[in-house]
């Protein structure tokens, strides 16, 4: 069975020179391509009303037409009329990944889950929450009743958290490795305020957390996943940014240690029985190779856990 790997070149909204690389997801598409176990697909956007589902109304219409301006652009990038089709075809990837998920198993998706889009407003880069629009859709559907978000990217996933609050068909799982109460000074400005509740929990890995404190702290993730009972499909954010050269990341983990992550989830996902779709994340690092590396090696963990 190939691995389904939804990418389209219309992913990306035109956004300036900013430090979101949304060239990445091209340069990924690029390379898993060529990997003889990857079947490339292009999906269709969400609708309107899949949106409406997870965003309010006056939102939704900002992110349309651009107007009250700084609510268009309250993810923090500057608005344009062909952002509102790109975040419907990204949201649509992820969709796509999902309901292909539960017939094979397992798929990616080569956008970002857009983690910390709240009901009513974007934030970090984040328009639409893709996970949690996935999740309703879904259900809307009758394919799916429960589902779990596992967050590994380095931010705190404060708006799947909100969504998931109100949600108790989700458990929102967040690792995430930016937290200021270690006390280590860096630069990340994008630190958020997290209040755990029953639908939605966090860990946080300790400044300078090596490999091994990940798995640790990964296990107890996984735990608390299943701890409401065994969800009907489960949504991974891949994150490049806990990668140690990335310019957010207190971390020490490497190429090695972030494969080792992935193959533990889908190891996991495997063994639980449980079908997971992927998507990738932030990823900061100046030298966008290395950001492409981390995704790809998704996809070699991928293999040595489902391939042959
Ligand atoms: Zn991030």
Known sequence: MKLSTFYHPGYAAPIGDHIMPIRKFGLVAAEVSTLPYVKMVEPTPVTEDDVRRVHTPAYINAIKTGEPRELAESQKFPWSPQLYPSVLLTSGGCLAAAERALIDGSAAALVSGFHHSCADHGEGFCTFNGLVITIDALRAKSLIQSAAVLDCDLHYGNGTASLAAIRPYIQAVSVYGNDYANNVPYRD??????????????????????????????????????ARGRPDLILYQAGADPFHLDPFSPLELDHDDLLGRDQAVFAFARGQSIPIAWVLAGGYTPDVRQVVKVHVNTFHAWHSVFGG
């Open 189 to 226: 400005v994008a630190v958020r305020h997290h209040h755990d509740g029953e639908n939605h929990r966090s860990f946080a890995l300790k400044s300078r957390a090596n490999g091994d404190d990940l798995l640790a702290v990964l296990d107890q993730a996984l735990a608390a996943l299943l």
